[in-house]
C-alpha cells in the first residue's frame, strides 16, 4: 500500500518525467512531420531535432517548465512553505538573470510566452512583482505550482490561497487561475490517497461548502437546487464558478464509460485540442491520468505521442497518474534516464516530508 509520502514524490517525479520525455518531440502539430523524426511510437527520452525547439538540449534534460518547477520546490523547502517575496527573489535570481527576453533562449532552450511578458514587465519596465503579469492562456502556472499542491495537499485553504498568489504573478485571468486552482485541489486528493474518478468532484464541492476551497457553489449537496427557504444557498468565494471543480469527474465519466471510445488513448489530443490553451491541456490530462490510473507508462507514452502542447499534457497527466501510483510504481528506466536524477529525487523526497 503506498503512503502520502510515496504518492508525492510519484506526483513530483510523474511532472519531472512527463516534461523531459516531451522534450524532443515538443510541439509537433503535424503528427506526420512527428512521424517522420521520431517514428509513430515514442516511448523513451529522446534528442531534440536541430531547429527545433530545444535543439540545444540532450536526452534527460528538463525543459524550462521543469527548470521552474524545480525552483519553485526549492523555495518551499528553503522558506519552509509557500513564501511570495522569497519566490519572487529567488526568479529574480536565479531566471530572470539567465534570460533575455527571446523566445529560444534561457535554461532548457525555450522561454513561454507569459515568462517572457513577466521578464520583460520586470525587467526592462522595472515594474514591481504586483504590477506584472499577462492574460496568457496556457498552462504555466500549474506546471510550477503543483508542487505547491504536493506541499499543501492536506490543508487545502493554505493550498488554494497559495496557488492563487503565485498564479496571479505570471497570469491574471481568473478562470485560468480557477482552473489552475482546480488542478491544484485534485492533485491534492489523489495525494491524499483518493483516485480520479467520477466521485471526485463531490469530494471537491464538499471542500466547497465547508468553506475551505474559495469557489462560489450555487448548488447544494450532490448538485441539487437550493432549498426554496435558504437564505443564501451558495458560498460566494474568490472564484465566480465552481465548473473548473466539477470537470474532472466528466472526464473520468469518459474513461470509464464502455460505450465511449478513443482509441488509441493518444487521440484525446485530437478530441480536447492539440494547443497550448488551459482548456485544451486539462481535459486531455484527466482523462489519461483517470484511464491509465495504475499504469503510469501507458499514461505518460499516450500523452506524451499525442503532439501539439504534449509535454504540458505529459507533465501533468505525469503528476496526476505519479500521485496515484506511487514514486514506487513508475517504471525505474523513466528516472533513470534523468540527467538531474539525484537531485530531483532528493528535491521530492524532502517535499514529501513536509506534506
Not at 496568457?136 to 497559495?162: C, F, G, N, Q, S
Request: glycine content about 8%; proline content about 5%.
Amino acid at each position: 500500500m503506498t503512503t502520502i509520502q510515496s504518492r508525492a514524490q510519484g506526483a513530483i517525479m510523474g511532472a519531472f518525467i512527463g516534461d523531459t520525455i516531451a522534450l524532443g518531440p515538443h510541439w509537433y502539430y503535424d503528427l506526420q512531420e512527428q512521424y517522420k523524426d521520431y517514428g509513430e511510437w515514442i516511448d523513451d527520452y529522446t534528442d531534440p531535432k536541430k531547429g527545433r525547439y530545444h535543439e540545444h538540449q540532450k536526452a534527460g534534460d528538463l525543459s524550462q517548465a521543469g527548470y521552474i518547477l524545480k525552483l519553485t520546490i526549492e523555495s518551499l523547502l528553503e522558506a519552509k512553505g509557500y513564501d511570495q517575496e522569497h519566490f519572487c527573489k529567488k526568479i529574480d535570481e536565479e531566471l530572470f538573470t539567465k534570460i533575455d527576453g527571446i523566445p529560444t533562449h534561457g535554461p532548457g532552450g525555450y522561454t513561454s510566452q507569459s515568462i517572457r511578458e513577466v521578464y520583460r514587465q520586470r525587467v526592462k519596465q522595472k515594474r514591481s512583482w504586483d504590477e506584472v503579469g499577462s492574460r496568457a492562456d496556457t498552462t504555466e502556472a500549474i506546471e510550477r505550482t503543483l508542487a505547491i499542491a504536493v506541499r499543501y495537499a492536506l490543508h487545502p485553504k493554505m493550498l488554494a490561497h497559495a496557488i492563487a498568489q503565485n498564479t496571479f504573478l505570471t497570469q491574471i485571468d481568473d478562470i485560468v487561475a480557477s482552473m489552475t486552482v482546480a488542478y491544484g485541489a485534485v492533485l491534492a486528493q489523489l495525494v491524499q490517497g483518493e483516485k480520479l474518478d467520477k466521485d471526485i468532484s463531490l469530494k471537491l464541492m464538499s471542500l466547497v461548502k465547508n468553506k475551505e476551497l474559495p469557489f462560489h457553489a450555487v448548488t447544494s449537496d450532490n448538485f441539487q437546487p437550493p432549498k426554496p427557504d435558504s437564505k443564501d444557498p451558495s458560498n460566494v468565494g474568490l472564484f465566480a464558478s465552481p465548473d473548473a471543480l466539477l470537470s474532472p469527474s466528466y472526464m473520468a465519466q469518459v474513461a470509464e464509460d464502455e460505450n465511449i471510445k478513443i482509441e488509441p488513448a493518444w487521440k484525446v489530443s485530437l478530441v480536447y485540442g492539440m494547443p497550448c490553451a488551459i482548456y485544451h491541456i486539462l481535459p486531455a490530462s484527466y482523462y489519461l491520468a483517470a484511464r491509465f490510473k495504475d499504469d503510469f507508462e501507458l499514461a505518460i507514452l499516450h500523452a506524451l505521442n499525442g503532439g501539439g502542447q504534449n509535454q504540458a499534457r505529459s507533465m501533468l497527466t505525469g503528476a496526476l497518474v505519479g500521485a496515484q501510483v506511487g514514486i514506487e510504481n513508475i517504471p525505474l528506466r523513466f528516472i533513470e534516464g534523468l540527467n538531474e536524477k539525484e537531485e530531483l529525487l532528493n528535491l521530492a523526497q524532502k517535499l514529501s516530508q513536509a506534506v
